[in-house]
């Protein structure tokens, strides 16, 4: 099956074809309309490893959580979808036992994240 492409299937209908990559595209470009950036990914943690319990992509999620941004946003710029977005910032919370999205942004702004706006 072509990587490119994948088929959905759904009942009683035919199969419909699902270009990952465009859509992801068709949000970015939504995205970048309202006003968002894409992302310095060379010095996304600047706090280096302030959090060792979470991982690298969690640290990046963190970063760009501190920096201000929503699920949709952090989802364009890196790369993933936001269902993974809304995966990761899950686990972010637990790790760090913050039962919202201000007190990680409380936390992560302590140790130096989401100073640079990106």
């Not at 992302?39 to 999620?61: K, S, V």
């Not at 959580?65 to 946003?73: D, F, R, S, V, W």
């Amino acid at each position: 099956m072509d990587a490119e492409r994948r088929t959905r299937f759904t009942l009683g209908k035919q199969r419909q074809p699902i270009d990952r990559n465009r859509r992801r595209e068709q949000r970015a470009e939504h995205l970048v309309e309202r006003g968002a950036h894409p992302i310095r990914l060379a010095g996304a943690d600047p706090a280096g490893h302030a959090f060792p319990q979470l991982t690298a992509g969690e640290r990046q999620g963190l970063n760009l959580i501190a920096a201000g941004l929503n699920n949709g946003e952090i989802a364009v710029r890196l790369g993933l979808s936001p269902k993974t977005v809304r995966n990761r910032i899950s686990s972010i919370f637990a790790k760090l036992r913050v039962r919202d999205r201000a007190e990680a942004i409380v936390r992560g702004r302590e140790a130096g994240l989401g100073r640079d706006g990106h």
